[in-house]
């Protein structure tokens, strides 16, 4: 239809023009009418764009308030790492997330607070027995009695910030290191403890986000300091976390000991977020010329309107 319109009106104005200017004419207009409709069509591309976009956003919204928490944790005693079985294990963690071998699924991280931890291990001690548990723990010297009545403390907490990929000062990947001691006397004694971890994210409420496994404590030794490194994979939004880590021992319901970010600056406000937050920065170029198309074509239809006028004076 706009084919034909074309040709009816340029065969009126153009009767006495050569079938080649003919030609050209057509074709001109036909340029200049796509460079008039190109812009609407851009238009509608550039809203279509930001619809998906906001969809986009709304879904991320939507993730962020169900508040679906993922991590993945590797802790081991501190000196049984050098440089090298560092790298591996966060070499594991990566192969880990790739798994989704998580530490929720594992039930290393329960995403609960602290308070309700506390009741929990209450609960949990009335069901079990603490012999049993105690005759379970391979490398304890079955001799050792309980020391559950005080003589327990964490002498040296502190992090290490690892791995921030957009380079915006917030990481996903992190440690933390801590000393428990036995201050018995003896430094033959030992006792077997575990410890949990809680974040507290910009001075709220403390919540669960690894249980360490069973090691073995001698004395007042440094040897036995024992190491957490975690990935927060979802959940965690750019913000500042303290960390506080309680320590128990195995078989009784009781903290007999505690450290936080009251005792330690290293672990108080750690910039962290999940790695759904910390993707790498890609930055595209795109350019756009449509004025100068546009301005192209008008200089043409003017050339060729010129010459057109120019050859019926000629033929005149």
């Given at each position: 239809?706009?084919s ?18 003919l ?11 796509m ?5 609407s ?7 279509a ?8 956003t709304?879904d ?46 594992k039930?290393?991280?329960?995403n609960?607070?602290?308070?309700d931890?506390?009741?929990?291990k ?24 309980s ?11 502190y ?5 921030d990929l957009?380079?915006d ?30 974040l ?15 090691f ?6 440094s ?13 965690f ?12 021992e195995v ?6 000991a ?12 750690l ?7 910390d ?9 756009v010329?449509?004025?100068g ?5 008008i200089?043409l239809?003017?050339m ?6 120019r ?6």
């Open positions: 239809m706009m034909n319109f074309i040709k009816q009106l340029t065969l009126k104005v153009t009767s006495r023009f050569s079938p080649i200017l030609t050209t004419l057509q074709l001109t207009l036909m340029l200049t009418l460079m008039i409709t190109l812009p069509f851009a238009l509608e591309a550039d809203n764009n930001e619809i998906a976009g906001t969809a986009s709304t991320t919204t939507y993730i962020t308030n169900t508040k679906v928490v993922q991590s993945y944790s590797s802790g081991q005693v501190a000196s049984s790492i050098d440089s090298a079985s560092q790298e591996q294990v966060l070499k594991d963690i990566k192969q880990r997330v790739l798994l989704g071998d998580s530490d929720q699924e039930n290393k991280a329960l609960t607070t602290r308070e931890m506390i009741d929990q209450q609960q949990q001690a009335r069901k079990r027995s603490t012999a049993k548990n105690i005759a379970a723990i391979p490398g304890l010297n079955q001799s050792s009695r020391f559950s009545d005080g003589t327990f403390v964490i002498y040296e907490g992090s290490q910030l690892i791995e957009d380079a000062g917030y990481f996903q990947t992190f440690s933390v290191t801590f000393d428990a001691d036995l201050l018995t006397g003896n430094p033959h004694d030992e006792a077997v403890v575990y410890a949990e971890l809680y507290s994210e910009n001075g709220g409420p403390w919540v669960h986000y690894y249980s360490t496994d069973n073995v404590i001698h004395g007042e030794s040897d036995d300091e024992f190491e957490v490194y975690s990935t927060l994979e979802q959940g939004s750019a913000n500042h976390y303290d960390i506080l880590i309680d320590l128990y078989g009784f319901p009781n903290i007999v505690s450290y936080s970010s009251d005792d330690s600056n290293s672990l108080y406000g910039p962290l977020e999940s790695s759904d937050y993707l790498e920065y890609v930055e595209y170029y795109t350019e010329h449509s004025d198309g546009s301005s192209s074509v200089i239809i003017i060729m309107l010129a010459l057109s006028i050859q019926l004076r000629f033929k005149g």
